[in-house]
């Protein structure tokens, strides 16, 4: 994959991710765990914006780059980090009218599927943790 592929990739995860972030923010009276996601969601957000513009900026042929790329390889971290992501905004679908109004006032995640979400979005922060900081190197 190349770095314009790749960043273009990178771009429709931060705007899934964004899209999320926008219906935790609005659901009223969830749990903690709505916070506990918008919190870690929107750090990661933040990294992979930072991973998309070092990747833009990077020159081809830099060894660092091709290092990253394994991130987005088949069945690699954010491939599976947007799987879950789509998990994730399947069960937050927007809808209309009194739909809506039941929607966000109802929390339809179990601590299970809370612990897990938690877990992937972490595992994925470290991931592009410690790639931006290969970069440094």
């Given at each position: 994959?190349?770095?314009?592929g790749?960043?273009?990739?990178?771009i429709?995860?931060?705007?899934?991710?964004?899209?999320?972030?926008?219906?935790?923010?609005?659901?009223?009276?969830?749990?903690?765990?709505r916070?506990?996601i918008?919190s870690?969601?929107t750090s990661?957000?933040?990294?992979?914006?930072?991973?998309?513009?070092?990747?833009e900026?990077?020159?081809?042929?830099?060894?660092?780059?091709?290092?990253?790329?394994?991130?987005g390889?088949?069945?690699?971290?954010?491939e599976?980090f947007?799987g879950?992501?789509?998990?994730?905004?399947?069960?937050?679908?927007?809808?209309?009218?009194?739909?809506?109004?039941?929607?966000?006032?109802?929390?339809?995640?179990?601590?299970?599927?809370?612990?897990?979400?938690?877990?992937g979005?972490?595992?994925?922060?470290?991931?592009i943790?410690?790639?931006?900081?290969?970069?440094h190197?």
């Amino acid at each position: 994959m190349d770095a314009i592929g790749f960043a273009s990739s990178l771009i429709s995860l931060v705007q899934l991710t964004y899209d999320i972030v926008l219906y935790l923010k609005d659901v009223k009276d969830a749990p903690q765990d709505r916070l506990a996601i918008y919190s870690e969601l929107t750090s990661l957000q933040n990294l992979l914006v930072i991973l998309k513009n070092r990747v833009e900026q990077s020159q081809a042929g830099d060894p660092w780059l091709d290092s990253v790329r394994a991130l987005g390889i088949a069945g690699g971290p954010l491939e599976r980090f947007r799987g879950d992501l789509e998990l994730l905004a399947s069960k937050l679908q927007k809808v209309d009218g009194m739909k809506k109004v039941r929607q966000m006032l109802t929390w339809k995640f179990t601590k299970e599927e809370v612990m897990s979400i938690l877990v992937g979005i972490e595992r994925t922060k470290s991931y592009i943790s410690l790639a931006l900081q290969n970069d440094h190197l």
